[in-house]
């Protein structure tokens, strides 16, 4: 980067994703405001958005978590993929504004409540709900998708001078056996690639954890290590 805002180093606190691991969290300014062309470098770089927050894990024990990104012209879909692409054709697919609907927070509590019970994104409340999906302050759209009439899920998603950076999904948990979440990753590879543009950008893979391990089928993927890109070896 060729003017590195300024980065703080959080607190130890207990890693999220790995059982007793001490994470920490380089974070940028937050009292910056980051427009759209800071926050795609920043991407560029391994960084990731949470509501405001753009932040990297910076553990110093560590290294478990990478930034990880999908070549779109290369991707090949593996069979497992290819049925989940057929099964959900049915679907259609709707580009939003980001904005608070309440369909759209329901669905988010029921998924919550499923996929999450008792952690800290269940019982959401919707000044939260706002925080976290709507307020981004950069180029973002959520694309819905409709089971007929019906609100199967919801891709949050970041659009990028170069791809596209898939934020977060979420789907009705009583249509779970479509796998609703690879194929929103399967549907944004294919619109990246509709667009021309170059990548998709899936956030964090953490080896050794079992809720990220989808992520790593998704191939090729590369992933930001000692400063670059470069391709996963095959997991």
């Avoid at 509501?51 to 990297?56: A, C, L, P, S, T």
């Avoid at 659009?159 to 194929?183: C, H, M, N, V």
């Avoid at 619109?191 to 956030?203: I, Q």
Wanted: one cysteine or more; a positive charge.
């Amino acid at each position: 980067m060729t003017s590195t805002p300024s980065l703080y180093l959080s607190a130890p606190h207990p890693c999220p994703y790995l059982t007793h691991q001490t994470a920490s969290t380089l974070l940028l300014d937050p009292d910056l405001t980051v427009g759209q062309s800071l926050y795609e470098t920043m991407v560029q770089h391994g960084f990731r958005r949470s509501g405001h927050m753009v932040y990297r894990p910076h553990c110093s024990e560590c290294q478990a978590c990478v930034s990880v990104r999908v070549p779109v012209d290369d991707f090949v879909a593996n069979r497992a993929q290819r049925r989940i692409w057929r099964g959900n054709r049915d679907l259609r697919v709707e580009t939003r504004r980001p904005r608070f609907n309440p369909q759209q927070f329901d669905l988010y509590r029921r998924y919550q409540a499923e996929r999450h019970p008792g952690s800290t994104m269940d019982h959401p409340d919707p000044v939260k709900y706002k925080e976290f999906m709507v307020n981004s302050g950069v180029n973002t759209v959520f694309y819905e998708m409709y089971l007929h009439t019906q609100l199967a899920a919801v891709a949050v998603t970041d659009q990028l001078a170069d791809g596209l950076s898939a934020i977060y999904t979420f789907y009705e948990p009583d249509l779970a056996k479509r796998s609703l979440g690879s194929f929103s990753v399967l549907w944004q590879i294919e619109n990246a690639k509709r667009r021309r543009l170059r990548w998709v950008y899936l956030g964090y893979w953490i080896d050794g954890c079992e809720k990220m391990q989808y992520k790593a089928g998704f191939k090729p993927i590369e992933g930001f290590r000692d400063s670059r890109w470069s391709s996963l070896p095959d997991q």
